[in-house]
Protein backbone atom coordinates (compact mmCIF):
# COMPACT_ATOMS: atom_id res chain seq x y z
CA UNK A 1 0.00 0.00 0.00
CA UNK A 2 1.38 3.01 -1.12
CA UNK A 3 2.21 5.86 2.27
CA UNK A 4 1.39 9.61 2.14
CA UNK A 5 4.42 10.56 0.39
CA UNK A 6 3.99 8.34 -2.01
CA UNK A 7 0.20 9.07 -2.97
CA UNK A 8 0.93 13.18 -2.21
CA UNK A 9 3.95 12.88 -4.82
CA UNK A 10 1.63 11.31 -7.58
CA UNK A 11 -1.17 13.67 -6.91
CA UNK A 12 1.80 16.83 -7.82
CA UNK A 13 2.32 14.96 -11.09
CA UNK A 14 -0.99 14.94 -11.80
CA UNK A 15 -1.50 18.15 -10.48
CA UNK A 16 1.45 19.75 -12.67
CA UNK A 17 0.10 17.84 -15.81
CA UNK A 18 -3.55 19.34 -15.63
CA UNK A 19 -5.00 16.38 -14.86
CA UNK A 20 -7.06 18.14 -12.23
CA UNK A 21 -9.89 15.53 -11.22
CA UNK A 22 -7.25 12.61 -10.51
CA UNK A 23 -5.23 14.76 -8.28
CA UNK A 24 -8.25 16.05 -5.93
CA UNK A 25 -9.00 12.20 -5.50
CA UNK A 26 -5.75 11.63 -4.66
CA UNK A 27 -5.54 14.71 -2.30
CA UNK A 28 -9.28 13.15 -1.06
CA UNK A 29 -7.47 9.86 -0.48
CA UNK A 30 -4.81 11.74 1.81
CA UNK A 31 -7.05 13.74 3.48
CA UNK A 32 -9.19 10.58 4.76
CA UNK A 33 -6.36 9.20 5.95
CA UNK A 34 -5.26 12.84 7.34
CA UNK A 35 -7.56 15.34 8.01
CA UNK A 36 -4.72 17.63 8.92
CA UNK A 37 -2.43 16.99 6.24
CA UNK A 38 -1.76 20.95 5.71
CA UNK A 39 -0.02 20.28 1.93
CA UNK A 40 -2.98 18.19 1.23
CA UNK A 41 -5.53 20.74 2.41
CA UNK A 42 -3.84 23.42 0.44
CA UNK A 43 -3.30 21.73 -2.97
CA UNK A 44 -7.29 20.59 -2.93
CA UNK A 45 -7.97 24.34 -1.90
CA UNK A 46 -5.42 25.51 -4.83
CA UNK A 47 -7.24 22.45 -7.07
CA UNK A 48 -11.19 24.10 -6.05
CA UNK A 49 -9.88 27.72 -6.88
CA UNK A 50 -8.52 26.52 -10.51
CA UNK A 51 -11.81 24.80 -10.96
CA UNK A 52 -14.08 28.34 -9.77
CA UNK A 53 -14.91 26.98 -6.33
CA UNK A 54 -13.63 29.62 -4.55
CA UNK A 55 -15.40 28.91 -1.13
CA UNK A 56 -13.99 26.01 -1.08
CA UNK A 57 -10.67 26.63 -1.60
CA UNK A 58 -11.10 29.26 1.44
CA UNK A 59 -12.50 26.78 3.51
CA UNK A 60 -9.28 24.14 3.05
CA UNK A 61 -6.42 26.44 2.86
CA UNK A 62 -7.70 28.45 6.12
CA UNK A 63 -7.22 25.04 7.82
CA UNK A 64 -3.91 24.22 6.22
CA UNK A 65 -2.85 27.91 7.33
CA UNK A 66 -4.61 26.53 11.08
CA UNK A 67 -2.02 23.35 10.75
CA UNK A 68 0.48 25.61 9.45
CA UNK A 69 0.53 29.43 9.74
CA UNK A 70 4.26 29.68 8.56
CA UNK A 71 3.95 28.82 4.94
CA UNK A 72 4.07 31.56 2.55
CA UNK A 73 2.52 30.33 -0.16
CA UNK A 74 -0.96 29.11 1.61
CA UNK A 75 -1.33 32.74 2.36
CA UNK A 76 -0.57 33.59 -1.33
CA UNK A 77 -3.03 31.47 -2.55
CA UNK A 78 -5.78 31.97 -0.24
CA UNK A 79 -5.08 35.58 -1.32
CA UNK A 80 -5.57 34.52 -4.72
CA UNK A 81 -9.07 32.82 -3.96
CA UNK A 82 -10.08 35.97 -2.26
CA UNK A 83 -9.22 37.69 -5.46
CA UNK A 84 -10.82 36.12 -7.32
CA UNK A 85 -14.40 36.93 -5.18
CA UNK A 86 -13.60 40.29 -5.51
CA UNK A 87 -12.73 40.83 -1.65
CA UNK A 88 -9.49 43.13 -1.89
CA UNK A 89 -9.03 43.64 1.40
CA UNK A 90 -9.01 40.22 2.29
CA UNK A 91 -6.77 38.96 -0.49
CA UNK A 92 -3.95 42.15 -0.15
CA UNK A 93 -3.78 40.81 3.56
CA UNK A 94 -2.82 38.04 3.04
CA UNK A 95 -0.35 38.73 0.63
CA UNK A 96 0.96 41.25 2.94
CA UNK A 97 0.92 38.20 5.01
CA UNK A 98 2.89 36.15 2.77
CA UNK A 99 5.18 38.93 2.70
CA UNK A 100 5.76 38.86 6.49
CA UNK A 101 6.74 35.34 6.18
CA UNK A 102 8.77 35.43 2.74
CA UNK A 103 9.80 39.10 1.57
CA UNK A 104 11.42 38.04 -1.75
CA UNK A 105 7.79 36.24 -2.81
CA UNK A 106 7.94 37.71 -6.58
CA UNK A 107 4.49 36.38 -6.68
CA UNK A 108 2.78 37.65 -3.96
CA UNK A 109 4.90 40.86 -4.67
CA UNK A 110 2.84 40.93 -8.15
CA UNK A 111 -0.27 39.38 -6.54
CA UNK A 112 -0.43 42.74 -3.69
CA UNK A 113 0.36 45.11 -6.88
CA UNK A 114 -2.61 43.97 -8.74
CA UNK A 115 -5.09 44.35 -6.17
CA UNK A 116 -3.65 47.91 -5.35
CA UNK A 117 -4.13 49.30 -8.45
CA UNK A 118 -7.85 47.70 -8.87
CA UNK A 119 -8.10 49.54 -5.43
CA UNK A 120 -6.91 52.67 -7.63
CA UNK A 121 -3.38 53.45 -5.31
CA UNK A 122 -1.79 53.38 -8.25
CA UNK A 123 1.59 54.98 -7.00
CA UNK A 124 2.17 51.63 -3.76
CA UNK A 125 1.02 49.57 -6.73
CA UNK A 126 4.23 50.59 -8.85
CA UNK A 127 5.99 50.00 -5.69
CA UNK A 128 5.23 46.24 -5.24
CA UNK A 129 6.13 45.44 -9.09
CA UNK A 130 9.00 46.63 -8.77
CA UNK A 131 10.10 44.81 -5.63
CA UNK A 132 8.51 42.39 -7.75
CA UNK A 133 11.06 42.55 -10.37
CA UNK A 134 13.86 43.35 -7.73
CA UNK A 135 13.02 39.49 -6.52
CA UNK A 136 12.37 38.23 -10.35
CA UNK A 137 13.90 40.16 -12.78
CA UNK A 138 12.55 36.98 -15.55
CA UNK A 139 8.83 37.98 -14.42
CA UNK A 140 7.33 39.22 -17.81
CA UNK A 141 4.06 39.31 -16.16
CA UNK A 142 5.64 41.95 -13.42
CA UNK A 143 7.14 44.04 -16.23
CA UNK A 144 3.81 44.47 -18.17
CA UNK A 145 1.40 45.35 -14.73
CA UNK A 146 4.53 48.06 -14.00
CA UNK A 147 3.54 49.04 -17.58
CA UNK A 148 0.44 49.21 -17.29
CA UNK A 149 0.66 50.99 -13.85
CA UNK A 150 2.68 53.88 -15.47
CA UNK A 151 0.54 54.11 -18.49
CA UNK A 152 -2.56 54.93 -15.80
CA UNK A 153 -0.07 57.41 -14.25
CA UNK A 154 0.82 59.52 -17.55
CA UNK A 155 4.23 58.33 -17.77
CA UNK A 156 4.31 56.61 -21.34
CA UNK A 157 8.32 56.26 -21.80
CA UNK A 158 8.31 54.40 -18.38
CA UNK A 159 5.18 52.28 -19.72
CA UNK A 160 6.54 51.25 -23.12
CA UNK A 161 10.28 50.61 -21.74
CA UNK A 162 8.37 48.01 -19.17
CA UNK A 163 6.73 46.57 -21.69
CA UNK A 164 9.06 45.85 -24.07
CA UNK A 165 11.13 44.15 -21.34
CA UNK A 166 8.14 41.96 -21.12
CA UNK A 167 8.20 40.86 -24.64
CA UNK A 168 12.41 40.56 -24.36
CA UNK A 169 11.51 37.96 -21.79
CA UNK A 170 8.43 36.46 -23.17
CA UNK A 171 7.70 37.06 -27.10
CA UNK A 172 4.30 35.74 -27.33
CA UNK A 173 3.27 37.30 -24.66
CA UNK A 174 -0.44 38.97 -26.51
CA UNK A 175 -1.33 41.67 -24.16
CA UNK A 176 2.23 43.02 -23.50
CA UNK A 177 2.22 43.24 -27.40
CA UNK A 178 -1.58 45.08 -27.44
CA UNK A 179 0.18 47.33 -24.19
CA UNK A 180 2.69 48.46 -25.90
CA UNK A 181 0.40 49.00 -28.99
CA UNK A 182 -1.63 51.62 -26.80
CA UNK A 183 0.81 53.06 -25.35
CA UNK A 184 2.66 54.22 -28.99
CA UNK A 185 -0.54 55.10 -30.24
CA UNK A 186 -0.69 57.33 -27.16
CA UNK A 187 1.91 58.87 -28.51
CA UNK A 188 1.39 59.72 -32.19
CA UNK A 189 3.05 56.49 -33.16
CA UNK A 190 0.59 55.16 -35.18
CA UNK A 191 2.72 52.94 -37.39
CA UNK A 192 4.49 51.08 -34.72
CA UNK A 193 1.66 51.14 -32.81
CA UNK A 194 -0.40 48.83 -35.81
CA UNK A 195 2.72 46.83 -35.61
CA UNK A 196 2.24 45.85 -32.15
CA UNK A 197 -1.04 45.16 -32.99
CA UNK A 198 -0.81 43.23 -35.51
CA UNK A 199 1.99 41.11 -33.87
CA UNK A 200 -0.37 40.52 -30.82
CA UNK A 201 -3.17 40.05 -33.25
CA UNK A 202 -0.91 36.86 -34.91
CA UNK A 203 -0.12 35.63 -31.63
CA UNK A 204 -3.65 35.43 -30.30
CA UNK A 205 -4.38 34.00 -33.75
CA UNK A 206 -1.82 31.33 -33.17
CA UNK A 207 -3.21 30.12 -29.75
CA UNK A 208 0.75 30.14 -28.62
CA UNK A 209 0.45 29.28 -24.91
CA UNK A 210 3.45 29.48 -22.66
CA UNK A 211 3.59 27.40 -19.65
CA UNK A 212 6.57 29.91 -18.32
CA UNK A 213 9.02 27.03 -17.24
CA UNK A 214 11.68 28.96 -18.48
CA UNK A 215 11.67 32.45 -17.41
CA UNK A 216 14.14 31.11 -14.71
CA UNK A 217 16.74 30.37 -17.04
CA UNK A 218 19.80 31.73 -17.08
CA UNK A 219 20.37 34.36 -19.49
CA UNK A 220 23.75 35.76 -21.07
CA UNK A 221 25.88 38.76 -20.04
CA UNK A 222 24.88 40.84 -22.79
CA UNK A 223 21.25 39.47 -22.56
CA UNK A 224 21.12 40.50 -18.64
CA UNK A 225 22.57 43.59 -19.40
CA UNK A 226 19.99 45.02 -21.86
CA UNK A 227 17.22 44.02 -19.79
CA UNK A 228 18.56 45.41 -16.53
CA UNK A 229 19.26 48.74 -18.61
CA UNK A 230 16.18 48.92 -19.86
CA UNK A 231 14.16 48.20 -16.23
CA UNK A 232 17.23 51.14 -15.03
CA UNK A 233 15.67 53.41 -17.66
CA UNK A 234 12.02 52.72 -16.64
CA UNK A 235 12.31 53.36 -13.69
CA UNK A 236 14.66 56.59 -13.88
CA UNK A 237 11.37 57.38 -16.39
CA UNK A 238 8.95 57.15 -13.09
CA UNK A 239 10.68 59.08 -11.44
CA UNK A 240 10.15 61.98 -13.95
CA UNK A 241 6.91 64.37 -12.99
Keep these: MATIPEVLASALQHHQAGRLQEAEALYRQILQADPNHADALHLYG ?37 RAQGKLDEAAGHYRQALTLRPMYAEARLNLGTVLKRQGRIAEAVIEYEQALSANPSCAEAHSNLGNAFQEMGKMEAAIA ?80
Excluded at 62 to 75: G, K, W
Design 46 to 82: VIAHQSGRHDVAIRHISQAIACNPRDARFHNNIGEAY
Design 162 to 241: CYQGALELKPDYVTAHSNLGGALKGQGKLEEAVDCFRVGAARARDGVVRTGLGLGAERGPKERGARDLRLRQSRAASAAP
